[in-house]
């Protein structure tokens, strides 16, 4: 376990990809960390997932952003784990929690949502990032959309509302 991951049980957001977005909430709804990790290769990141798993902590849910045989990797890891799972697109969250004119595109949708994750970040008292990836800002909000999802947070906090 992570030295800044607590006991309670959180929800682990991951935007799919060879390189991934990772966010990790607590069941307070706030943002602990977040980060973007290059796996590199499909076999590294078989490898990489159940250690990425048992570093966040104890968990209680994995959301995934994304499918096919990457998704595939971390389901199997879940499931092996009786950790449930919400696979969700980025059209379905993104219509959650951005305007319609931020969707227009899939670049005007990254921009908005950096935006958004940094709003994220500050309500949540996480540290503040130098630069944010797009793959990072898309995991602090899909974690947003999960942790809404799974009743941890009744609306999106005002602080956090544009």
Do not use: C
């Not at 800044?4 to 990790?24: E, I, M, Q, W, Y």
């Not at 009786?82 to 969250?93: E, G, K, N, T």
């Not at 908005?112 to 130098?130: N, Q």
């Amino acid at each position: 376990m992570s030295p800044d991951a607590p006991s309670a049980p959180g929800l682990l957001a991951v935007d799919l990809g060879l390189r991934s977005g990772l966010a990790l909430y607590g069941q307070d709804g706030r943002l602990r960390w977040y980060r973007s990790q290059n796996f590199g290769s499909p076999s590294r990141l078989k490898r990489a997932v159940p250690a990425v798993l048992h570093s966040a902590g104890p968990l209680a849910w994995l959301v995934l952003e994304g499918g096919g045989p990457i998704a595939e990797v971390w389901e199997r890891e879940a499931l092996r784990r009786a950790l449930p799972v919400l696979r969700v697109s980025a059209q379905d969250w993104r219509a959650r929690l951005l305007y319609a004119r931020e969707q227009r595109s899939g670049g005007v949708a990254k921009d908005a949502a950096g935006v958004l994750a940094r709003r994220v970040i500050d309500w949540s008292d996480a540290p503040r990032p130098t630069s944010l990836r797009h793959d990072a800002a898309e995991a602090v909000l899909l974690g947003l959309w999960g942790a809404l999802e799974v009743g941890w947070l009744a609306q999106v906090p005002p602080e956090v509302r544009r």
